[in-house]
């Protein structure tokens, strides 16, 4: 596709309940992100996944949270028994995984996750 | 990783000229200064990368002193819709989780 898409793009959910969000990345990216941000705040690290290679799970605030991926496409972000604090906005980014200093990430619009 | 310091927030009017200077005293020699844009509601927006010296592309250009402890980000003849906030980000060549700061909150203004 022409650029990085999430789905949904609001959630909302009750505390306690699981939620899964979607991530597509640009199509040949091998390396895929998962970011989350809170209001007003910057964004926080969560996952990343390169190729076969295992995921850098060590942004994963809890073990709550995971993630996965299909090859080098869909990945999912699982989050468990949600609490209010998970309320935020996660975005997910991709790249081309360039050695050197040229590899861009580019960004979803994010899904809004919100609590009650 | 070498952790970075820009101000919090910064007015301007439209037309002008905008620089942004960020601080990273502990860069190291492998390390890439990226600059991203983030409108509210979307995700950021690569803005522009360099290493030393200084980049420009069509949408500004990147100031980067020889000792590398800091960098501009300049912003020529400012609009309405370069609000947003902007994120100096330092990070290692090649592939990698990107750690973002607060970033500066620009306002433009008519």
């Known amino acids: 596709g022409a650029g990085v898409s999430q789905s949904p793009s609001n959630k909302v959910t009750e505390k306690g309940k699981d939620v899964e969000l979607r991530c597509d990345p640009i199509?040949?990216?091998?390396?895929l992100y998962w970011y989350r941000q809170r209001l007003g705040q910057g964004l926080e690290f969560l996952i990343y996944f390169q190729g076969n290679s295992a995921p850098d799970k060590s942004g994963l605030p809890s073990d709550r949270f995971s993630a996965e991926r299909t090859g080098e496409s869909v990945s999912t972000l699982t989050i468990q028994r949600t609490q209010q604090e998970d309320s935020a906005v996660y975005l997910c980014?991709?790249?081309?995984?360039?050695?050197?200093?040229?590899?861009?990430?580019?960004f979803g619009p994010g899904t809004r996750l919100t609590v009650l | 990783l070498a952790k970075t310091t820009q101000p919090i927030s910064m007015d301007s009017y439209e037309g002008q000229e905008v620089n942004i200077t960020c601080s990273h005293n502990?860069?190291?020699?492998?390390?890439?200064i990226t600059w991203y844009q983030q409108f509210p509601s979307q995700g950021p927006r690569f803005i522009i990368q360099?290493?030393?010296t200084k980049v420009t592309n069509e949408v500004a250009s990147l100031f980067i002193p020889a000792d590398r402890k800091s960098s501009t980000l300049s912003l020529p003849r400012v609009s309405l819709s370069d609000t947003a906030v902007y994120y100096c980000?330092?990070?290692?060549?090649?592939?990698?989780?990107?750690?973002f700061g607060a970033g500066t909150r620009l306002a433009v203004h008519p």
């Open positions: 502990n860069i190291a020699t492998n390390d890439y």
């Open positions: 199509s040949g990216h091998t390396a």
């Open positions: 360099g290493y030393k």
């Open positions: 980000l330092v990070r290692p060549g090649g592939y990698n989780k990107l750690i």
């Open positions: 980014a991709s790249s081309l995984a360039r050695a050197g200093g040229g590899d861009t990430q580019y």
